[in-house]
């Protein structure tokens, strides 16, 4: 049985007129400045046209970021540390499925966090020591690395990364 398609009529304009397009020179060059802005979308803060910088914050029961292994598109312990001692602490968190081992996969909780290694630590000094990323810029970079972990271990449609956008854009800091 065939089951028949809505029929909608063309919608114009208010004033009846079918809409031209803008410029479009001004629109690709429009298009080039937000590419070229900030990767980490920002918020609108009422109805004024000034935005907000998403501010990072651990989002509780996320753990992206305890998924030790990531695959080759993500820079190896070797690759991070200049300090075996740190290459080597690292490699004997990673558990058999790539999780860390002190990640409770039940509770989403590390059953550390208070005494986990520096490098399990998103603070800006870190982010400046292990990748040469300037306190200034620390929010940006800090967000985006959570925002691809999120994207790789849970799914670019996931609630984890719905969560985490939401946190980062309502913060109070």
């Known amino acids: 049985m ?7 009529p063309t919608i114009l304009s208010a004033a009846g007129h079918t809409r031209r397009r803008p410029n479009s020179k001004k629109s690709n ?7 070229q802005k900030n990767t980490v979308a920002t918020s609108s803060l009422g ?3 000034k935005t907000k910088d998403p501010v990072w914050q651990c989002v509780e029961r996320c753990g992206a970021c305890c998924k030790l292994e990531k695959g080759p598109t993500y820079p190896s312990p070797d690759e991070i540390f200049d300090d075996p001692s740190d290459v080597q602490l690292y490699k004997s968190l990673i558990g058999p499925d790539g999780w ?15 005494d986990r290694p520096y490098f399990c630590r998103v603070e ?3 982010f400046e020591t292990l990748y040469g990323i300037s306190k200034k810029k620390f929010n940006k970079e800090a967000c985006g690395c ?6 790789y271990v849970y799914g670019a449609q996931s609630q984890e990364l719905d969560k985490f956008n939401h946190a980062i854009r309502t913060t109070n800091k």
């Not at 060059?29 to 590419?35: A, G, P, S």
């Open 2 to 8: 065939a089951v028949a398609l809505p029929n909608f």
């Open 29 to 35: 060059t429009r298009k080039k400045n937000l590419v």
């Open 47 to 49: 109805f004024s046209s």
């Open 100 to 114: 860390c081992i002190n990640f409770e996969k039940s509770t989403r909780k590390c059953s550390i966090y208070s």
């Open 124 to 126: 800006p000094d870190i």
């Open 146 to 151: 959570c925002i691809d972990a999120i994207k």
